[in-house]
């Protein structure tokens, strides 16, 4: 079992910076591949970025990729999303994911946070 606790969301302005951070509680944290996803507003939850559990492999949705940086320390249990050059249209929950799969479907993911909240103003 996997427990996913998010923080650092917030209001930011468009093209500011804002940095995510989940702390995970288990054993095997290390051997999961950990995400993130988000959910906007009247939308579909979808993906946003995905790492190895060893750090070397990272994936990132089109929308995000160049301005979003995922990693993780796992000494620490912990993995962060760097976001940066934020557009009104990043509003939304973002959620911390852990899979024992490489995969980015929603469907698919075996351990999801509760989310916290972040919105960009224009």
């Known amino acids: 079992q996997v427990q996913l606790v998010e923080s650092g969301g917030g209001l930011v302005q468009a093209g500011g910076s804002l940095r995510l951070s989940c702390v995970a509680s288990?054993?095997?944290?290390?051997?999961?591949?950990m995400g993130w996803f988000r959910q906007a507003p009247g939308k579909e939850r979808e993906f946003v970025a995905i790492i190895s559990w060893s750090g070397g492999r990272t994936y990132y949705a089109d929308s995000v990729k160049g301005r979003f940086t995922i990693s993780r320390d796992n000494a620490k249990n912990t993995v962060y999303l760097q976001m940066n050059s934020l557009f009104p249209e990043d509003t939304a929950v973002y959620y911390c994911t852990a899979d024992s799969t490489w995969t980015i479907h929603v469907k698919d993911i075996d351990y999801w946070g509760k989310g916290t909240l972040v919105t960009v103003s224009s």
């Open positions: 288990g054993r095997t944290f290390s051997s999961y591949t």
